[in-house]
């Protein structure tokens, strides 16, 4: 059997890469970095390590790489024999990737070879759906070749040491959970998987909770001038502010898919808890990286917030943290450069903070969280 990932970072060789290794399967990356190609070519093995409550060390064998920009004739013959293609880019690459994976559909088809699992495992719901609407503007019958799944995936896995080579240093935990219909009772064997029939609550939940729980953490982190995620929550003043804001959340997802609240008030203990982690070394700036897409419209601060002041309820732990991220101001990030150069244009100018707000965050001045989110951007 054999998987290919487009993706070939820390997250797709220390989350997706090692679940699909620990299943049974060869591996291919394929990734745009050639000197990654290269050592993914070069080496034999790579270990993953697993840090924290049960540590252990896992050898990956049977890999190999590919250079999707370069090489598009290898990268096609991979997707067309491939029993798996899952990605692990952002949710913004994907668009790019799509035209490569229908070229790939189309020689499964032209070949006559059988239908492949296509699963986005990005932070991002509903990833594949993106994924599957922009392959198929290439390939307009890739339905007949692919089964698109979405995914729901959890794993911290921080900037890595340098001089690890492939190794990289992940969190014990892990989930990875799949919507089950499409393969219509015939699931790919990989242990690491959770099928389920109704991924909304999964996804959401993880979202909203641990994807907001840590974008809170980093930006309420560096607006206190702290280093580590680890000690931003080892701050008191921090850490109340993040439970705030998982306070809100989890308002919204006990009301919306009928979680028992003690049961949602477990989940978020045990996700601050990860966060705590004190053997990975995680920082504000990594978690932090990509305001921009971390404010849009559907993601993990606005989307719960707009949903709450849609349903009556407040959002301002939320709205605070979305204040925080407007501070985030770290000029190796690009996001975060053109974050700042969008705020000192439009500052001083409520009409032109009220227009960045409604562009940045696509809540217009009719939507019931709009007047709170124009004081925000007209504070920043």
Request: charged share 20%; hydrophobic share 45%; glycine share 8%.
């Amino acid at each position: 059997m054999k998987a290919l990932h487009f993706g070939a970072g820390n997250i797709g060789r220390g989350f997706v890469g090692v679940l699909l290794h620990e299943a049974g399967y060869d591996l291919v990356f394929a990734d745009v970095a050639q000197p990654l190609i290269d050592s993914l070519n070069s080496e034999s093995t790579y270990t993953v390590h697993e840090v924290g409550a049960e540590p252990r060390d896992i050898p990956v064998t049977n890999f190999s790489g590919v250079n999707s920009a370069t090489d598009p004739e290898a990268l096609t013959e991979q997707i067309r024999t491939a029993d798996i293609v899952t990605t692990a880019v952002g949710p913004t690459v994907l668009k790019l990737i799509a035209p490569a994976i229908a070229q790939g559909l189309k020689a499964r088809a032209e070949s006559g070879a059988g239908k492949v699992a296509v699963m986005a495992c990005e932070n991002a719901i509903n990833a594949t759906d993106g994924l599957a609407a922009a392959i198929r503007e290439v390939y307009p019958e890739a339905d007949d070749v692919a089964i698109f799944a979405n995914t729901a995936v959890d794993r911290i896995v921080p900037n890595q040491e340098p001089g690890q080579g492939l190794d990289v240093t992940v969190e014990t935990y892990h989930e990875w959970a799949v919507h089950a219909e499409p393969f219509a009772g015939q699931t790919p064997e990989v242990p690491g998987i959770t099928w389920v029939d109704d991924l909304a609550p999964y996804i959401t939940r993880k979202l909203f909770t641990v994807n907001t729980g840590h974008a809170s953490t980093a930006y309420f982190g560096y607006r206190a001038g702290i280093e580590k995620i680890s000690d931003a929550l080892a701050a008191p003043e921090v850490r109340s502010q993040v439970e705030a804001v998982l306070a809100e959340t989890k308002t919204l997802l006990v009301a919306k898919f009928g979680f028992a609240p003690e049961v949602q008030q477990a989940y978020v203990d045990k996700i601050l808890t990860r966060f705590t982690n004190p053997h990975l070394p995680d920082t504000v700036d990594r978690v932090g990286r990509a305001p921009l897409r971390k404010i849009s419209r559907n993601e993990r601060f606005i989307g719960p917030a707009a949903e709450l002041a849609e349903r009556g309820e407040q959002a301002t732990a939320l709205l605070s943290a979305v204040g925080a991220a407007l501070a985030f101001d770290v000029p190796e990030d690009a996001e975060s450069v053109e974050l700042q150069g969008k705020l000192r244009q439009a500052r001083g100018d409520r009409s032109a903070t009220d227009a960045l707000a409604t562009e940045l965050t696509g809540i217009d001045s009719g939507h019931p969280l709009f007047g709170e989110l124009s004081e925000v951007f007209a504070q920043a």
